[in-house]
């Protein structure tokens, strides 16, 4: 008989990789050992997707932690829902949900069968830190710098670390004629970054490191792809284009705005980039792998679990421009190379960061847990 574990998630859209980490993980688990069921604290088209799948759902508006009367509410409704449900486990999808899973659980008698997830690096935030305080079997990370962090809160408790997985595709696909629907010259290399258009996303300082490479002589085209999705960074999304213009780099950055599927455009790169500030993991990374793209991130932070320098790309030594861009040329200087590059990163990808394969480290963590 399966073992049942009931899920809190705090959006009500896919977002970003912590929302596509659940989804790859509820569309892979095995349900003849794992049954799910997810509780949203928001409403919208992330909860519908997941009943479609076939799996209970409900909606428990929770609104902003800073208004007890509405966190009150909310906590007694998901303990309602976990005395009817009698889960085996609670798995806690964010520190914040943590923060009313937990007091649900104590509510409902079953504060010792809570699990959570920490998806980011804490750095000593209330909400991670109130968090940790709250009675918990295990913490889940998404990163070895993650569990790291994690564990240097107090007080210390028991962790794990799964990477998160995706879909891959079977094999690369061929010429999608995007590069002709860009304008990008066929002969010149090109260099991208995928992403909502945020300030910690860095792709100021990636548009200064293809500045840098073009003073030395490089000629590489820039593709950033994303937006300003939700409107989160409107202000730094207008001023990328003016500091592409005030670099110089008209003719040489191709901006793509929001586009529903970043994967064609992954397929066009030489090299695919990560600029962020202490990323707590980089999905993007892996979907750059997958389509057989070499990649370059900053050396802090997940990446550091996924790529290994000179063998599936490179790290920079820090975020800075002038570090970037010598890890990019790294990468771009030598064909061969870059094919080998390529090719070692989707045959790990393949290998050790599919959904499936993610989808089954974390059923195992949890039915561990359930039995202990």
């Keep these: 008989m399966a073992r049942t574990v009931v899920i809190v998630a705090p959006w009500g859209e896919r977002l970003g990789g912590a929302e596509e980490m659940l989804w790859q993980l509820l569309r892979n688990l095995n349900r003849e050992k794992l049954e799910p069921a ?70 409902a008698g079953m504060r010792e069968r809570v699990v959570w997830w920490q998806h980011q690096i804490p750095a000593g935030h209330w909400v991670d830190r109130l968090a940790t305080l709250t009675p918990a079997r295990a913490i889940g990370c998404s990163s070895a710098a993650g569990e790291t962090a994690q564990r240097a809160l107090w007080p210390s408790r028991p962790t794990f670390v799964v990477n998160p997985g995706i879909e891959i595709d079977p094999g690369p696909k061929g010429p999608n004629g995007l590069r ?115 990649v370059v991130a900053v050396a802090e932070g997940g990446p550091t679990d996924i790529v290994e320098p000179g063998v599936t790309g490179m790290l920079a030594a820090s975020r800075e421009p002038r570090a970037l861009a010598a890890a990019i040329e790294a990468v771009i200087a030598d064909p061969g190379r870059r094919a080998e590059m390529g090719a070692e990163g989707r045959r790990r990808c393949k290998e050790r960061y599919s959904a499936g394969a993610m989808a089954e480290r974390i059923a195992e963590r949890l039915l561990l847990l359930a039995d202990g």
């Design 38 to 107: 997810v509780v949203f604290l928001g409403p919208g088209p992330f909860e519908r997707e997941v009943a479609e799948l076939g799996i209970w759902t409900t909606v428990i508006p929770a609104g902003r932690l800073r208004r007890p009367a509405a966190t009150s509410a909310a906590i007694r409704r998901l303990a309602a829902v976990l005395r009817a449900r009698q889960p085996d486990l609670l798995l806690d999808w964010s520190a914040k949900c943590q923060l009313y899973g937990s007091a649900a659980a104590s509510l």
């Design 180 to 294: 002709n629907e860009l304008g990008i010259p066929r002969e010149r290399l090109v260099a991208g970054i995928v992403g909502r258009l945020q300030p910690w996303k860095g792709q100021d300082r990636f548009l200064a490191a293809l500045a840098r490479m073009r003073k030395g002589g490089r000629d590489v085209h820039g593709l950033v792809v994303g937006g300003d999705a939700y409107g989160l960074s409107p202000e730094y999304a207008a001023g990328l284009e003016r500091l592409t213009a005030e670099l110089g780099l008209a003719d040489r950055v191709t901006m793509t705005g929001q586009v529903p599927d970043s994967r064609p455009y992954l397929e066009l790169m030489d090299v695919a980039v990560s600029a962020s500030d202490n990323e707590p993991f980089g999905i993007v990374l892996l979907e750059a792998m997958a389509a057989g793209v070499p």
